[in-house]
């Protein structure tokens, strides 16, 4: 199990390792460097996440038609492919989006949108493949563990990247991102090895799911309309500031590129300590609570940041870098518990794939809201400082609802609502 457990790590460690230089390095280039608007930068990130519903499609339909009698490898394997492809052309159509801009933005939105499929077809893929392969008693273990990697790979990423990069250049950058996306194929192609068993036939259980039959099951059980609403204003909240922290840190001191690359560096090393202590938490304090602390946790690191810009003290500024990541990290390893808890047998793929459509959607909404947030804000007071703290104060009012919402969250009462359409309901569905 030990062995499974770290490929599966592996294979997320792959997909997060494309998403840094892309949400760590490359929009603070976009941004300070080529000038570019942060609406538009904020587009670009979001472009990838219109595909989410296609988690849906994808979930269901590998529950029922394995590749060469396997479920969810194929898919996983196209998926980081895709991420790999997109994150070595990205900065080159950057730079092109400066000499030549309706072709650049073409070739953005392809460079973008290969990632974004690639996250797609990925996520719901290997996210499912670790519930089916921890069990319900093994899953926090194999939570912590894949999230541990992870984080551990992207502290590791974002000081190779500020290294690489010094002293920047677009040559550098564009190296450091071929250099980048090779080590997370590589370490993708390791973690499929003998990860997944060949199954005979499609999932016992699984039957064809649609959208409109995700819909349709979510907003018949309360709890699950409550989850996945909870998920899509938490989530927006905190991954909202991707494409935002850098460049704010770059306008309110000043950092270099290297420096504030940095930033993901330490962000990581929050995280990392947040899950080791979900982890020791995990049997003796329920996992809501835990949630909470880290939802608290984040609300608290966005007023430090605040703060921090606004007496341009440094000091502050990366204690609510800490305050956010130990938010983030408590956060995730417990609402991923809940997530998966929020399951029902032979409808994994159906309730992953309904769980990653509110996490993309958090992204695209949380992306698009602090880039268009940011730039009205700085054109409407003439003070792009103020704008960014204007998007993080947003962000920390959307925590606090959150939080809210979280204390109505059952899973008990959620297996007791929750209904599957019968036959010949879904049949109608089909219609």
Known sequence: MLRKQIQLGLVHVAVAMTLVPINSTL??????????????????ASLPYLFSPLQVAIGSYSDRHPVFGFRRTPYILLGIILCVVGVIASPQVAYLM?????????????????????????????????????GEKARGRTIAIMWFMMIVSIIITAITISRMIEPYSPQALEQTFLVVALAALS???????????????????????????????????????????????LLAAIL?????????????????????TRITSIWGGSVLLAILAAGALEKRVPRKTVAQAGNLGALAGFLFIIVGGSVASTAIFYSGVILLGIGTGLSTVANLALMFDLTLPGYVGLFIGAWGVSNALSRLVGTLMAGIVRDLATLMTENALLGYMIVFGLEALMLAAAAFMLTRIDTNTFHHQIEIPSVVERAALSD
Request: aromatic share 8%; charged share 15%.
């Open 27 to 44: 929009n603070r280039v976009m941004i300070k460097e080529l000038a570019i608007s942060a609406t538009l930068v904020a587009i670009l």
């Open 98 to 134: 400066v000499e030549s801009p309706i072709l650049g933005m073409l070739a953005a939105a392809l460079a973008f949108g290969a990632w974004g499929m690639g996250y797609n077809l990925s996520a719901v893929s290997y996210l499912s493949l670790a519930t089916e392969i921890s």
């Open 187 to 233: 370490l993708g192609i390791l973690g499929l090895i003998r990860l997944e068993s060949r199954s005979a036939g499609k999932q016992p259980g699984a039957d064809t799911h649609t959208l409109s039959e995700m819909l349709r099951i979510i907003r018949k059980s309360p709890q699950a309309t409550t989850f996945f609403f909870y998920l899509l204003l």
């Open 240 to 260: 909202g500031q991707d494409i935002l922290l850098e460049p704010y840190a770059a306008e309110a001191f000043e950092m270099t590129v290297q420096e504030t």
